[in-house]
């Protein structure tokens, strides 16, 4: 157990629709971070947020959007979705600010499903 | 553009052999490189890392080695062990400050036999 957790484990969906993936970090951890990861792919990174600010952002779609709140929990949201955005989403957080040698500890994942 | 590769899709080996998986990088910015490894329903965990400064890494019955004139590192376990059994992400990123675009390989699934 890494201590970060995500819910919901898994969700299916409809094309259009918009969902919401939460993830609460290890206790102290201030970053937090999601990737994608897709059929068969590595993982993909999306975003990173630091103690509620935007951090760094990768290969996120303008239909996704997160955020960090100030119990530094995080949410992920997907919009207008389409079949392609089905992956595993995963939520990971480190104690800093997303220093190379800071590990980073995932959580086991939401299991999106778009029908 | 795959700039983190790990060409093995998959890895059989007997247990108490040695297990070697193998990643290759293309970018020559990249100065720290991970290993995660990944059970079915979990998310991935924290193996072992090495530098760039580094050829070589020891934890235990895992060993990283890199070899940066190749842009090539492996991955050493011995011996292998039934939990081993899983994906094996290979990772890099580029700059101390660069954890943020840590970029993941797709993975290679050991499986160990008895």
């Given at each position: 157990d890494s201590g970060v957790t995500q819910t919901p484990k898994h969700l299916i969906t409809a094309t259009g629709q918009r969902v919401t993936l939460r993830c609460s970090p290890r206790s102290g951890d201030l970053s937090v971070y999601w990737y994608q990861q897709s059929l068969d792919q590595g993982l993909q990174f999306l975003i990173q947020y630091y103690n509620g600010e935007e951090r760094a952002k990768g290969?996120?779609?303008?239909r996704f959007s997160a955020q960090q709140f100030p119990d530094l929990h995080s949410e992920l949201n997907l919009s207008s979705?389409?079949?392609?955005?089905?992956a595993l989403y995963f939520c990971a957080s480190s104690v800093?600010?997303?220093?190379?040698?800071?590990t980073q500890y995932f959580g086991p994942g939401t299991r999106l499903t778009v029908l | 553009d795959q700039q983190v590769k790990q060409n093995s899709p998959s890895l059989s080996v007997q247990e108490g052999r040695i297990s070697i998986l193998n990643c290759d990088y293309?970018?020559?910015?990249?100065d720290y490189f991970l290993w995660y490894k990944k059970y079915p329903a979990e998310g991935p965990t924290f193996l072992i890392s090495i530098s760039s400064i580094k050829d070589k890494n020891e934890d235990g019955r895992f060993t990283v080695f890199l070899n940066k004139s190749a842009k090539h590192l492996s991955l050493h376990i011995v011996?292998?062990?039934?939990?081993?059994s899983a994906v094996y992400f290979c990772a890099a990123s580029g700059g101390?400050?660069?954890?943020?675009?840590i970029i993941f390989g797709s993975g290679t699934r050991l499986s160990i036999r008895p």
């Open positions: 290969n996120i779609l303008e979705l389409e079949l392609g955005d089905s800093r600010a997303g220093e190379a040698t800071d | 293309t970018n020559s910015m990249f011996p292998s062990q039934p939990g081993d101390y400050s660069s954890a943020s675009k």
